[in-house]
């Protein structure tokens, strides 16, 4: 199995040799793969090995709400609360989820299970009320008994 290092070295080669600072997102990608998350020490580390400032480093990671900067749940829910999805229930979506999983935005279930978290503009307006589950599935039209039946099912997978 290759090293952190390893994976970092072969994103560096797909830039020009002083275009190092390129594969950054990537290599963040690489560290939240292995940990789970982007600690400070991770960015500093990802700096020194990019020749960047850990400043730029923390600038990208804390730019995109993909890199998630402390440990976060299993399932990791992203509310879009963007003025469109605003109009259309975005922020009750929020609300109904922190109170269905008894937590705070931004918060994380006392099992580990979920994390709640509001986004930015998740890019699908018209279908919103969105959310995004591990930034990778899209829910659209997520009216409470949809989140519900969500929840529901993600706790069923986990038992």
């Known amino acids: 199995m290759m090293t952190m290092h390893q994976r970092f070295d072969r994103e560096v080669a ?7 600072e390129s594969a950054v997102m990537a290599c963040l ?25 850990p400043i ?9 709400n993909m890199y998630n900067q402390q440990p976060v749940g299993k399932y990791k829910l992203n509310v879009c609360t963007n ?40 890019g699908a307006c018209a279908d919103s009320p ?7 599935t899209m829910c659209s039209f997520m009216s409470h008994d949809k989140l519900d039946q969500l929840i529901d099912g993600l706790k069923g997978a986990s038992s």
């Open 14 to 20: 797909k830039y020009p040799a002083d275009h190092k």
């Open 130 to 136: 969105v959310m995004l589950v591990n930034d990778r």
């Open 29 to 53: 990608a690489i560290v939240q793969h292995e940990q789970g998350y982007v600690s400070i020490e991770a960015e500093r580390e990802i700096a020194d090995y990019l020749g960047m400032a």
């Open 83 to 122: 003025l469109p999805c605003q109009l259309r229930d975005g922020q009750k979506a929020l609300d109904h989820l922190c109170h269905k999983l008894g937590v705070e935005m931004g918060g994380t279930t006392a099992d580990g299970l979920f994390t709640v978290q509001q986004s930015e503009c998740l």
């Open 56 to 64: 730029a480093v923390h600038e990208v990671t804390t730019f995109y």
